[in-house]
């Protein structure tokens, strides 16, 4: 195992006065999917923006170590008024690439070549979905950030969710993913990052941080109580 | 009211007879019209989406000057037209006093404002939806303005519709600057007001059937568009 591929270093973000993270060190090592959990308003999302770079720090920094190319994907898939092809091949375009083979080849990965050539918001919720996972996917990114992608989905759409992403996983793409689903983060997760009033409670191995907490915040969180 | 329904029999024995006088003015309207509203779209469109998009100090002025632009009145347009193009004022030397030219110039002034406010309305609902997403593919300002631009394009071509309407409706700033000349710069309006004050009430009110079905036929064009819109893209 390298170091890590992003490094957060003191790193805090307020909007005016108030501080939604604050002092948060860590670092996220390549290999298997680290999951950010923590109750409602902890800072998730927004630390997922600030990892991704579409929000400045207001205090410290993120450092990037050996990372080509990244992409997001968010709770509410946010689709061009275009085909599903379109769609992903505006990202490819956006991003300096000419291979339009990966369009079809994102589209099987995701198990949507049938919807190709239909405009990409009419499709279903879990359909749209995986049309912006497709996007993200076929940009090829060495890390790839998920928030929350399944909170809006089935059961179904969710487990379509989950074996695409376990698939990218194998592949050795990074992914760093908040969620409220404990289920999930076990099936899925690496590595849990506990967050909890914008502050890190806890970062453990999935296996450990489940088995045996080491915070009380933590242990709190796992019985389902209301963390203070 | 036999008077009345004669002249529009007449009228609409004008139309059908494709009499060529008033289909010289209908063509010269649509003309200047048409010119006006591409004039405007190539200007108001960008502007209008770049507004939507980028932040900048005094954003918020402009806006105010936008808008207000928007409620200009045309004679006062037509007349600061006309101290500019007039052969004292500093376009004089061009020679486009009383042309379909100027007319142009008139009717595309007034639009501009009208086209580049309603289409920063348009993409910023827009933009609030894909900023977020656009950012996170790496699209810098310009892209975005592009590919605002073409994902509203059902809605900015209502937009255009609008535009042209108002332009083929506008009567004040042609009068001014374009002189109302038969054969040269008499458009559907201009003649409307001409041969109404005359008491030609069959040619005025001919102009009117036919101007009256090109704003039905705009405005049932923005309809479907609207429609084939959200057929397609939800």
Known sequence: MSGPVLRAEGLGYSVGERALLQGLDFGIAPGAPSFVIGPNGSGKSTLLRLLHGLLA??????????????????????????????????????????????????????????????????LSGGEQQRVALARALALHPDILFLDEPTASLDPAATRAVEAILARAAARGMKIVMTTHDLHQARRLAGEILLLHRGRLIEQAPAETFFQSPASAEAQAFLRGDILE | ???????????????????????????????????????????????????????????????????????????????????????????????????PAAMVIAQAVLITPILAALTRQVLEAMWEEYAEQLRSLGSGPGRAVRTLLWDGRFALLTVLLAGFGRASAEVGAVMVVGGNIEGFTRVMTTAIALETSKGDLPLALGLGIVLMAIVLGVNAAAQLLREASARWSG
Not at chain 1, 62 to 67: D, K, N, P
Not at chain 2, 70 to 92: D, E, K, Q
Request: hydrophobic residues 55%.
């Open chain 2, 1 to 99: 009211m036999q008077d009345l329904g004669a002249a529009f029999q007449q009228a609409l024995g004008l139309v059908a007879a494709g009499d060529a006088g008033l289909w010289a003015i209908i063509a010269l309207s649509l003309r200047v019209s048409l010119t006006a509203t591409l004039i405007a779209a190539c200007i108001g469109l960008p502007l209008g989406a770049l507004l939507a998009v980028a932040r900048f100090p005094g954003r918020q002025g402009l806006l105010v000057v936008l808008n207000a632009l928007m409620g200009l009145p045309p004679v006062v347009a037509g007349l600061i037209i006309y101290i500019l193009l007039s052969r004292s004022g500093p376009f004089g030397a061009l020679g486009l006093l009383f042309t």
């Open chain 1, 57 to 122: 720090p207001s205090q410290g920094r993120v450092v990037q170590a050996g990372i080509g190319r990244q992409a997001m994907v968010f709770q509410k898939p946010v689709l061009l008024r275009r085909s599903v092809t379109q769609n992903i091949a505006h990202a490819l375009s956006l991003a300096g690439i000419r291979d339009a083979a990966r369009i079809p080849a994102a589209l099987e990965e995701v198990g949507l070549p049938h919807l190709a050539h239909r405009p990409a918001r009419l």
